[in-house]
């Protein structure tokens, strides 16, 4: 009995940046939340389909990743700039002078 050696698995790469178009990657970039989540939305319908070939199949799920991460980023964006204006309101506050008025 002879033994094979297996080859070790490829790492697959994901992300908008993964086998994308530059132009294409640069287009994702600029969407917005909601447009990216539609986008990933349809995506993921289209790739429920029955009929779809392969090739189609692995550029929709490569756009899907994309789609994702573009979500991703914008509400990591978004949170960093709540909690700067929370840190900004703190400092806000606890710098302006109380003042007391009698009625």
Known sequence: MTTRKSKPLAKVATGPKAGLPPSWAAEVAELTYSQALTALELSLAQLQSEDLEVEKMAELYQRALAYGERCEAVLQQVEQEVLQLE????????????TETLP
């Open 87 to 98: 840190v900004t309101e703190l400092d806000q506050a606890t710098t302006t002078p109380f």
